[in-house]
């Protein structure tokens, strides 16, 4: 069980008021984004103990037993000019939070949580505009926090905050920790330049820049080693044949190990 008053006696953000707790849901995203169409105040927070068809990106689901994991999407509508900056804000508070509790992690474009080259957050942003502005954003963080055994897919891709600590991890306590990070990169991104917020970005991912990588979009794939984010938020890779921005696919690290 998730305590929520546990977790409402810890929050120190403005963010994840209101919460609306399910045991079992189908996607806290999917209800967070009918609750945002509803008008819902920005900041409401949707948790799930459990997700009966947790939804990764590109159309994958995301693995979400009961009771040991965080399932949450936030409402939020940031200005649209501002939206580039969500997917990494999202990541670096994640990043911060584990840090809290003595985790390195690194990140891994766009917005993947990484522990030892293995993922321990993945985050799902969804958003609806009218005539190019922006109407909400959900965004909705999956972390690994006491799972301990994946499915056979995932065995080697993915870990928990408990796997690698050797010991479970109170989930109340880190939501509230996180909550507070994003709530303070949030407050940040409507005066930060975007050029020092990638220069930040860059210092908190071994992926951003001089990393060579290999990207796959759609069964093409582009190697290179990446320059970092152009100002829309994609990422840059040198290639054989020039420059190239990306702005989907999955990274893949051609570092030697
Ligand atoms: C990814 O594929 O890396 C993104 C995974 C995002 C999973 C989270 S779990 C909470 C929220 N609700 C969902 O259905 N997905 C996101």
Redesign the pocket.
């Known amino acids: 069980m998730f305590s929520v008053t546990g977790f409402q006696e810890r929050r120190r953000s403005k963010l994840g008021d209101p919460i609306y707790y399910f045991e079992e849901l189908e ?4 209800t967070a984004e009918l609750l945002a169409r509803e008008g819902c105040p920005e900041g409401t927070m949707v948790l799930g103990n459990c ?1 009966s068809a ?4 590109k159309g ?1 689901g ?1 693995f ?1 037993p009961a009771g040991l994991n965080l ?3 936030l409402v939020l509508r940031p200005d649209t000019a501002s939206l580039r900056f969500l997917p990494y804000i999202a990541s670096l508070a994640v990043q911060r939070a584990l840090q809290q509790i003595g985790i390195d992690a690194d990140l891994k474009w766009p917005n ?1 949580v990484l522990v030892d080259e293995r993922k321990i957050c ?3 942003i969804q958003t609806a505009m009218e005539d190019g502005r922006l109407l909400f954003a959900v965004v ?3 972390i690994n926090v006491n799972v301990l055994e994946f499915p056979a897919e995932l065995q080697d891709v993915a870990t928990s905050v408990a796997l690698h600590k050797g010991s479970a991890e109170p989930r109340e306590a880190l939501l509230a920790s996180l909550l507070l990070e994003f709530e303070r990169l949030y407050e940040t991104i409507d005066s930060v330049s975007w050029p020092e917020f990638v220069a930040e970005m860059e210092a908190s991912s071994s992926y951003l820049r001089d990393c060579p990588v290999r990207i796959l979009q759609e069964g093409v794939s582009l190697e290179g080693t990446t320059k970092g984010l152009d100002s829309f938020g994609g990422l840059r890779i040198q290639t054989a044949k020039g420059e190239k921005t990306v702005y989907a696919g999955e990274v893949l690290s051609c570092r030697k190990k």
């Open positions: 996607s806290t995203n999917t997700q947790g939804r990764g990106r994958a995301w979400s399932y949450f999407s993947d993945g985050i799902l909705g963080f999956g």
